[in-house]
């Protein structure tokens, strides 16, 4: 049964499940407008691979520390054995899956003699590019599977358009793989599916595999799975073969690979995912970087990310009746505000989720106008707007701006200073560099790509609660900090700074022989601390 089953599944790759979902495409009087571009997903994966690639160049600005730190930094250092690990990889708290991704890159990028500054600096986002287009490929599936084909168009048509998606996506956080992860193991699972009877059970361990793997990248993302497993667990006839046959070994055999890559990375056994579960969720270690509200993801942190798509996701979430994807996005805020440390990146995974909706709601708006010009005269529609125009409108109007200004101007000054330098290094021309301001405020050796001292001021949390480090002493008193450190130390040849310290040692630093030879702007507003408008350069003068 089960093979007749996956034979006519591969027989029909684009054919929409039957749903209880009400499907726009098959409602009454809708004449299916499915076009030649959609009726192939090569052209589909086209589309995307090639906005996805536009993306990731138009992307030069700075969001997330953990973009360089946590898997760039980290690959260049395995590769070409320099590079800066962070305090968590002392404490074994990261995996080293997600910057392994990059290292390959790096490699090969060796290999072929392209390790130069444009492509140090650009093709960790062009590869993840690539993820970001299959990710988009799987939504669109996913959608189809779901509502259908004209719903999906529309559910790609919000992730493309989503302002968010398109200053995140492509960068190398691991939460934007884990996103990937997430569209593809949601498409393979039965219970996700608008008629889980009707979907192949051998596409569930294909969804396993890939949930396993998703939380070995980030364990924070078995939230998300055990909301899925227990529906899944909910809706299969056969529970203790999908416990005992399918989640036991999968899980293992996924986990037992991921402890033995750090086994050889670490060059000890280190459980990962437990010392991860430990310090963020039994001793809130995450909170030293900061705490927000509890209500923070729904009243400010997923609002700000669908912009001006939240009533339309609300709307068509309303009207979906699609119950079980509404209770994934809200068990995924709900668990993630127990926490008190928050940022937009841990919930990006559920932003697609909520952008289908969009798509749902925006397909009814469609076939909303479709009957008002079948019913009115020939010239009715020359009469009334559109709705689905006006709402395109609308929101292109309001994302694209927004994209394009997070994407290319705010916090710019880190990214471009680090190209600057990187070669100012390659024509010799940089001996050492110190960076008096808050600690991972810019990328670092996998940017420079130059093996020379560098410095920077440790924020490492403290074993005891309340005690300042170095990046805040330097905050609280810029030049008596760097008063004891240089005299302490030997001269760095530049120092890098914003301009809202180097307007308190612009004096002395020159009294020490430096000089100002550039300034990058950086942003226009603040974002958590006082504005830092550009980033200064100072070179010891010879």
């Keep these: 049964m089960n093979q007749r089953r996956n034979a006519s599944s591969k027989s029909q790759p684009t054919k929409p499940l039957i749903t209880k979902n009400p499907d726009i495409s098959k409602q009454k009087g809708y004449k299916s407008q499915k076009s030649n571009f959609f009726s192939s997903e090569k052209n589909i994966f086209t589309l995307c691979l090639a906005f996805r690639i536009a993306n990731s160049l138009l992307i030069q600005t700075y969001f997330n520390p953990d973009e360089h730190w946590q898997a760039l930094e980290v690959a260049h250092r395995i590769v070409f054995g320099y590079g800066h690990l962070t305090w968590e990889w002392r404490k074994g708290i990261r995996s080293y899956f997600h910057p392994l991704v990059f290292a390959v890159l790096y490699k090969v990028l060796a290999l072929f003699g392209l390790d130069t ?171 030293y970087y900061g705490t927000h509200k509890w209500h923070w993801y729904f009243s400010q942190g997923f609002t700000v990310m669908l912009f001006t798509f939240l009533p339309f996701s609300i709307a068509g979430s309303i009207k979906s009746k699609c119950w079980k994807l509404s209770g994934l996005i809200a068990w995924v805020l709900i668990v993630y505000s127990i926490q008190g440390h928050k940022e937009f990146r841990f919930v990006l995974p559920m932003l697609p989720i909520a952008l289908m909706f969009s798509g749902y709601s925006l397909s009814v708006m469609e076939k909303s106008d479709s009957d008002t010009r079948r019913k009115g005269s020939p010239n009715s529609h020359m009469k009334r707007p559109s ?46 560099i110190l960076f008096l301001m808050p600690c991972h405020a810019t990328p670092y050796y996998s940017t420079l790509h130059y093996d020379l001292p560098m410095r920077i001021l440790d924020c490492s949390p403290s074993e005891e609660k309340g005690i300042p480090d170095e990046s805040d002493h330097f905050m609280m008193d810029p030049v008596s900090f760097v008063s004891t450190l240089m005299t302490n130390g030997s001269l760095p040849s530049h120092v890098v700074l914003f301009d809202s310290e180097e307007k308190l040692l612009r004096d002395f630093l020159i009294s020490h022989s430096f000089t100002e030879i550039t300034r990058f702007f950086h942003a226009h507003f603040k974002v958590d601390r006082d504005l830092q408008a550009s980033v200064v350069v100072y070179a010891l003068a010879n």
């Excluded at 705010?410 to 021309?429: C, P, W």
Aim: net charge positive.
């Design 387 to 432: 709705k689905v125009g006006f709402a395109i409108f609308v929101l292109l109007a309001t994302n694209i701006p927004m994209a394009l200004y997070m994407s290319l101007v705010h916090q710019r000054g880190t990214e471009d200073v680090m190209i600057y330098l990187s070669k100012e290094a390659q024509n010799e021309k940089v001996k050492g």
């Design 117 to 287: 500054p444009w492509f140090m600096a650009h093709a960790p986002r062009l590869l993840q590019a690539l993820f970001s287009a299959v990710g988009d490929l799987y939504f669109y599936r996913l959608s189809n599977a779901i509502f259908g084909n004209f719903v999906a168009k529309w559910a790609l048509f919000s992730q493309l358009a989503n302002w968010f998606m398109f200053f995140c996506f492509n960068r190398t956080l691991s939460n934007s793989l884990e996103t990937v992860l997430t569209l593809v193991g949601l498409y393979y699972w039965p219970c996700m599916r608008a008629s889980p009877s009707k979907a192949p059970l051998v596409l569930r361990k294909w969804g396993l595999a890939i949930a396993a793997l998703a939380c070995a990248i980030r364990p924070t993302s078995a939230i998300t799975w055990v909301y899925v497993g227990l529906l899944e667990l909910a809706v299969t006839r056969d529970r203790l073969k999908f416990l005992i046959l399918e989640v036991v070994p999968i899980g293992a055999l996924v986990l037992g690979l991921s402890c033995l890559l750090d086994r050889l990375m670490y060059g000890s056994w280190v459980i990962v995912p437990l010392n991860f579960l430990k310090f963020n969720f039994l001793s809130s270690g995450g909170d």
